[in-house]
Every structure is written in structure tokens, then in C-alpha cells.
């Protein structure tokens, strides 16, 4: 490896190490590796949740936090780490972090209890974020023109198989095995991440001159954390109830903390002037609410077929596959149609679509349903996120400053981790609530059977509501911004942030 000096590619503002010419293509796979086991992480874990509870006697909000604590940890330090990264170099931060994600996936291997298996998912999540914040950059300086495009069109495609294998792989290891091995088959591969990564991959940095907001990125993950906390501890005790006033109050604390923090930071993680850009804040709002919407009660799908239906791991994971597949064949087939359209079009309309399949499950689960009653909803469903989500960072780019690209992209996948967070503990809350209902009023296993059905009607109908009003909202708010280049192919990835503010940061595709 040599050390080009003066811009990277892409505008990248820093140093990177180009290659030699030998072995083209395996920095490619060393970075696709570590992003396919970060985001098969996010939903391995869904067809597992009975036999973790019934191995380690896990309660149902620890299960939530299985779930959640992986996910909170990578939304809260996405944006930190890319600051990191780009500080303190890219590659060293990727191989911590596969370091890291390992470790902790031998710890929930090995966890004795529900406690320290979420204290690990934590951990794991922390090495996941710092994975995930180097992997755009890494290859943009990997790669350059035709070979760039190759390498994000593999990149992608690897990374929304993801969604559709994480069910599935985690079903079949958990009834195959046992489902301490969703978390032990991560240390052959990580071995094999850094291995080629140290061997292929060439160091790179950003702008030297930043430095980390490390007031801006305390607050804010003590904000998100005590949030979710907060609404989890709601479902248990009530909204009254002390401990929950006190989370909520903490997280409104945290908030403003991390308002003023940022409004006097040098180089804050996330410029509080873009969110008066209406388009971009309600694009922010998009990314939450779409991710909390179209994803997090397939949890509670997993625990309804396997519980009530008698389905095996294996079976409860295809159950949820028509999604994950139909959101890939649309991708697929109209990814640059897509990305030719206004993005509030296939933005907004993927939000509706995501909605009315939603409320397709309030009216197709009723009593004595099963598992075929799932598949029109979810075909549906996946017909909207597959037009929805390929255009989400786009859309945030354009709605952005040129000069706030890498900045707006790491923002726009914040927001989709938090979603995903977020609608774990609302959704949980509900189910919960529907659960104990049933089981106040009669006992016995129909009982338990109707609390589960009345359970996911209620969750599927918010996340349906919440869909529909969010694409209305973005239908009548979202516009490019005059001179942007968002929607244009290969600015999603931050290939045109400019040195103004060169950190790109990873998008990540359908069902991450």
C-alpha cells in the first residue's frame, strides 16, 4: 500500500491508502462481510425470543431488550463513530469494531442470564455502529469510478439480502443447534473480516482538522437510552408511576442538553440550522416513524408463531419472508426508475403502501387466523419499503446543503436505528397491555390465543396509522432543494460531500 496525499476520492478531505493492483476486489468483501453481520444481527434474534426466554426464564421486557439494546446502541453512536472514524482512521476503527462485535457475540453465546445476554447486545452494538460508520467510506476510498459502482451495487444487494436471511438463518441455527449459536457463528466470520481487512484494506482518514462532540454525543445517547427506557418501563408500570416520569424526564433533560451543545459546537454531529429546512425535518421524522412502522412488530409476529401457532423457528422465520423478498425484487427490478422520480413520490407513496398493508393484518388476523393470513400484508408492505427505502438518503441529500451531505446521511440513519428502537418499546407497550387484558379476563390458552391476535391487531393498526400519516406528510412537505443533487445515483453515498464535509456516512438498504 502507498499513501496518495491531498483529496481522497470523492471529496473525502483526507489521506488514503490506494492499492496496488492485487487483489481487486477483496476489500470489497472484508467491508460487505462486517455490514452483512451487523444488519442480519438487528433481526437474527427474532425467531429465537421463546427459546431465550424458556432457556434463561428472560421476561417479556427482557426479551424487548434483547431486541432494543442492540439497536439503541447502534443509532445513539453512529454519528460519533464517523466522527472518530475520520479522525482517527477508518480502517482502525473498522477492525475495532469487528474486534468488539465479536467479543460481545461470545459473550451473549455464553450469557448465564437475561442480564448480561442485554448488557452484551449492548456491547455488540456498540461495535456494531462503529462497523457501520466506516463501511461507505472505506469503500469510497477502495474504489473508483465503474469499479465504484460495482462495489456499492454488491454492497447494497449483499446488505438487503440481510433482512430476508436474518429470520430465516437465525430460525434454522436456533432449531438446527441451539440459539446460543446466532451469536457464536459470528466469530468465525469476524476472524475472517479482519483478517482480510488488515491484509487488503487501506487505511483512510477525513477532515484532521475536526474534532469529536463528545458533549453532543454523550447527550444525545443518554436521551435516546433513558427515552426508550422510559416508554418499556410505561408498559410495566404505568405512565405515572415514578421510575417512568423520571426516565421521560431525563430524556427531556438530555434533549435540551444536547440542543445547546450542538448550537456551540465547532463541529457539532448534527447541525441544528438543517432542521429549520422543513424537507429535512420532516425527512428525519420519515425515517423514524417508516423504520418503527414497517419492521419492529414483526418481533412480535416471530413470538405469535411460534407460542400460539406451534410454527418451528425455521417456519416462524419464512413466515415473515414475504417482505424482506418483495421489498428486494422491487429494489431490484425499479431502483433506477426510482431514483429518476421526485423523491417525495416514491417516499410517500411507499409510506401509504407500507400503511395499507399494515391494516391489512387488523382485518385478515382475526380468530382462529394463521400464519397464510400474514402473507397479502406483508406482500404489500414490501411493496412499499422495496420503493421507499432506496430512496430515503437521497431524498435527505437533496433536501440538504451540498456541503452537509456526509453530515445528513449519517442523521437520516440515526434516525432509521432509532425508529426501529423506538417501535420495539411502543409496540411492546401495546402488546404487553393486550396480553395481560386477556389474561385478566379469562385464563387458559384460547385466552392467551386472543390476548396474542387482539396483541397484533393493535400494533399492526398504530404501525399501520402511523405509516399512512407519515406518506401523507411527506407528500405535501418534501422538495428538492434548488441546485441539490439528491435522487442522483451515487450521491447517497456521500460520493459528492465536498471537503466542507467529508464524512460520508454508511446508508443502509431495506430492513436494516
Known amino acids: 500500500m502507498r499513501y496518495a496525499p491531498g483529496n481522497a476520492p470523492g471529496g473525502d478531505g483526507g489521506r488514503v491508502a490506494t492499492g496496488t493492483g492485487r487483489g481487486k476486489w477483496w476489500p470489497l468483501v472484508a467491508?460487505?462481510?462486517?455490514?452483512?453481520?451487523?444488519?442480519?444481527?438487528?433481526?437474527?434474534?427474532?425467531?429465537?425470543?421463546?427459546?431465550?426466554?424458556?432457556?434463561?426464564?428472560?421476561?417479556?421486557?427482557?426479551?424487548?431488550w434483547v431486541m432494543d439494546g442492540y439497536a439503541l446502541a447502534l443509532a445513539a453512536l453512529l454519528m460519533v463513530a464517523g466522527s472518530a472514524a475520520d479522525l482517527y482512521g477508518r480502517r482502525r476503527l473498522y477492525v475495532t469494531g469487528l474486534a468488539v462485535f465479536a467479543l460481545a457475540s461470545l459473550a451473549c453465546g455464553l450469557a448465564p442470564g437475561a442480564e448480561l445476554l442485554v448488557a452484551a447486545r449492548v456491547v455488540q452494538g456498540i461495535g456494531a455502529a462503529a462497523m457501520f460508520a466506516t463501511n461507505t467510506p472505506?469503500?469510497?476510498?477502495?474504489?473508483?469510478?465503474?469499479?465504484?459502482?460495482?462495489?456499492?451495487?454488491?454492497?447494497?444487494?449483499?446488505?438487503?439480502?440481510?433482512?430476508?436471511?436474518?429470520p430465516v438463518l437465525g430460525g434454522m441455527l436456533t432449531e438446527w443447534t441451539d440459539w446460543r449459536a446466532i451469536f457464536l457463528v459470528n466469530l468465525p466470520l469476524t476472524a475472517i473480516a479482519v483478517w482480510l481487512t488488515l491484509?487488503?484494506?487501506?487505511?483512510?482518514?477525513?477532515?484532521?482538522?475536526?474534532?469529536?462532540?463528545?458533549?453532543?454525543?454523550?447527550?444525545?445517547?443518554?436521551?435516546?437510552?433513558?427515552?426508550?427506557?422510559?416508554?418499556?418501563?410505561?408498559?410495566?408500570?404505568?405512565?405515572?408511576?415514578?421510575?417512568?416520569?423520571?426516565?421521560?424526564?431525563?430524556?427531556?433533560?438530555?434533549?435540551?442538553?444536547f440542543a445547546v451543545a450542538e448550537r456551540r459546537a465547532a463541529h457539532p454531529l448534527l447541525d441544528l440550522r438543517l432542521l429549520r429546512r422543513p424537507s429535512f425535518a420532516v425527512l428525519m421524522a420519515a425515517a423514524l416513524l417508516m423504520?418503527?412502522?414497517?419492521?419492529?412488530?414483526?418481533?412480535?409476529?416471530?413470538l405469535w408463531a411460534q407460542d400460539i401457532l406451534g410454527l418451528s423457528p425455521i417456519g416462524a422465520g419464512l413466515a415473515v419472508t414475504p417482505l424482506a423478498l418483495m421489498s428486494l425484487l422491487v429494489g431490484a427490478l425499479g431502483g433506477r426508475a426510482l431514483q429518476r422520480l421526485a423523491p417525495q413520490l416514491p417516499l410517500g407513496i411507499g409510506l401509504l403502501l407500507i400503511g395499507?398493508?399494515?391494516?391489512?393484518?387488523?382485518v385478515l388476523l382475526g380468530s382462529g387466523?394463521?400464519?397464510?393470513?400474514?402473507?397479502?400484508?406483508?406482500?404489500?408492505?414490501?411493496?412499499?419499503?422495496g420503493a421507499a427505502m432506496p430512496v430515503l438518503v437521497s431524498a435527505a441529500l437533496g433536501a440538504a446543503p451540498p456541503q452537509r451531505a456526509g453530515m445528513a446521511s449519517g442523521a437520516v440513519n440515526t434516525f432509521r436505528q432509532l425508529g426501529f428502537a423506538f417501535g420495539?418499546?411502543?409496540?411492546?407497550?401495546?402488546?404487553?397491555?393486550?396480553?395481560?387484558?386477556?389474561?385478566?379476563?379469562?385464563?387458559?390458552?384460547?385466552?392467551?390465543?386472543?390476548?396474542?391476535?387482539?396483541?397484533?391487531?393493535?400494533?399492526?393498526?398504530?404501525?399501520?396509522?402511523?405509516a399512512l400519516a407519515t406518506g401523507l406528510l411527506v407528500l405535501a412537505v418534501v422538495r428538492r432543494a434548488p441546485g441539490s443533487d439528491g435522487g442522483r445515483p451515487g450521491a447517497a453515498d456521500g460520493a459528492d460531500a465536498g471537503p466542507a464535509d467529508a464524512r460520508p456516512r454508511a446508508q443502509a438498504p431495506a430492513g436494516a
Open 424 to 466: 420495539i418499546a411502543v409496540l411492546g407497550t401495546v402488546f404487553g397491555t393486550a396480553l395481560r387484558d386477556s389474561g385478566a379476563r379469562a385464563g387458559g390458552r384460547d385466552a392467551l390465543a386472543a390476548g396474542y391476535l387482539s396483541g397484533l391487531r393493535d400494533i399492526t393498526l398504530l404501525s399501520g396509522l402511523v
Open 356 to 362: 395499507a398493508g399494515s391494516l391489512l393484518h387488523v
Open 31 to 64: 467491508i460487505t462481510l462486517g455490514n452483512f453481520m451487523l444488519l442480519v444481527d438487528v433481526t437474527i434474534v427474532n425467531t429465537a425470543l421463546p427459546r431465550i426466554a424458556d432457556g434463561l426464564g428472560a421476561s417479556f421486557t427482557s426479551l424487548q
Open 199 to 257: 491484509r487488503y484494506v487501506g487505511e483512510s482518514y477525513g477532515d484532521l482538522g475536526a474534532r469529536i462532540d463528545w458533549p453532543g454525543a454523550a447527550s444525545f445517547t443518554v436521551c435516546a437510552g433513558a427515552l426508550t427506557y422510559g416508554l418499556m418501563r410505561s408498559g410495566e408500570h404505568g405512565w405515572t408511576e415514578a421510575g417512568t416520569l423520571a426516565a421521560l424526564a431525563v430524556a427531556v433533560l438530555a434533549l435540551l442538553v
Open 369 to 385: 387466523a394463521s400464519w397464510p393470513a400474514l402473507v397479502p400484508g406483508l406482500a404489500v408492505s414490501g411493496l412499499g419499503v
Open 291 to 302: 423504520q418503527a412502522a414497517a419492521f419492529p412488530y414483526l418481533t412480535f409476529v416471530g
Open 138 to 166: 472505506l469503500l469510497m476510498a477502495a474504489y473508483q469510478g465503474r469499479d465504484r459502482g460495482v462495489a456499492f451495487g454488491v454492497w447494497g444487494g449483499t446488505s438487503g439480502a440481510a433482512a430476508a436471511v436474518g
